[in-house]
Nanobody, 128 residues
């Protein structure tokens, strides 16, 4: 069992920045890739970003490329999402998740079915 807790959400004006954090406990952290997803109001959950278990590869949705940066700190069992140039379309509940495959070396990071444990989410609201 893995327990994930997101933090750092809030209300920010368009053009601003936020940094989300996600702390994990319950099983070894470093062998697993990590992902960030979001669910905008009234819409399906969507992929945002992911980072490989080694931390040497990152993946982003087209909508956030160049604006968001995912990183991890295995010593702190944490993953981060630095968000900048936020716009109103970034308003959503943001979730972190752990990939189901230890030492995964494939390219399937954008589907939520690839992840087995999820946090409860943190709300990000971008005002005009």
């Amino acid at each position: 069992q893995v327990h994930l807790v997101e933090s750092g959400g809030g209300v920010v004006q368009a053009g601003g920045s936020l940094r989300l954090s996600c702390g994990a406990s319950g099983r070894p952290f470093s062998p697993f890739a990590l992902g960030w997803f979001r669910q905008p109001p009234g819409k399906e959950r969507e992929f945002v970003a992911a980072i490989s278990w080694k931390g040497d590869s990152t993946y982003y949705a087209d909508s956030v490329k160049g604006r968001f940066t995912v990183s991890r700190d295995n010593a702190r069992n944490s993953v981060y999402l630095q968000m900048s140039s936020l716009n109103t379309e970034d308003t959503a509940v943001y979730y972190c998740a752990t990939h189901a495959g230890a030492y995964y070396s494939g390219t399937s990071y954008s589907t939520d079915r690839a992840y087995d444990f999820w946090g409860q989410g943190t709300q990000v609201t971008v005002s005009p």
